[in-house]
């Protein structure tokens, strides 16, 4: 069974910067496109990033530039840098592991007070 552990959350000021990491178990992540979407009060859950099983990233209009996707299939895990955040990015963020079927992580909270 797939499981999906986000962590890195945290409450961080405006341009300020934070990592989040997505831990895989019970599957090889490298044949996953895996992606980071996040839904704030109120919204629909939205995509941020995504990063195929061959390496090609996408990103929201809205972070591109700002924010980094990457992946270490080593340690069967990917990560969503973000910089310059802003208080809109205020969200819960989840981790997605894509292959015909999406699996879903808990969530972490991202807050960014102006």
């Known amino acids: 069974q797939v499981q999906l552990v986000e962590s890195g959350g945290g409450l961080v000021q405006a341009g300020g910067s934070l990592r989040l990491s997505c831990a895989a178990s019970?599957?090889?992540?490298?044949?996953?496109?895996m992606g980071w979407y996040r839904q704030a009060p109120g919204k629909q859950r939205e995509l941020v990033a995504v990063?195929?099983?061959?390496?090609?990233?996408k990103y929201a209009d809205s972070v591109k530039g700002r924010f980094t996707i990457s992946r270490d299939n080593a340690k069967n895990s990917v990560y969503l840098q973000m910089n310059s955040l802003k208080p809109e990015d205020t969200a819960v963020y989840y981790c997605?592991?894509?292959?015909?079927?999406?699996?879903w992580g808990q969530g972490t909270q991202v807050t960014v007070s102006s």
């Open positions: 019970g599957t090889i992540l490298s044949i996953y496109d």
């Open positions: 990063i195929t099983s061959g390496g090609t990233t």
């Open positions: 997605n592991a894509r292959l015909g079927h999406d699996y």
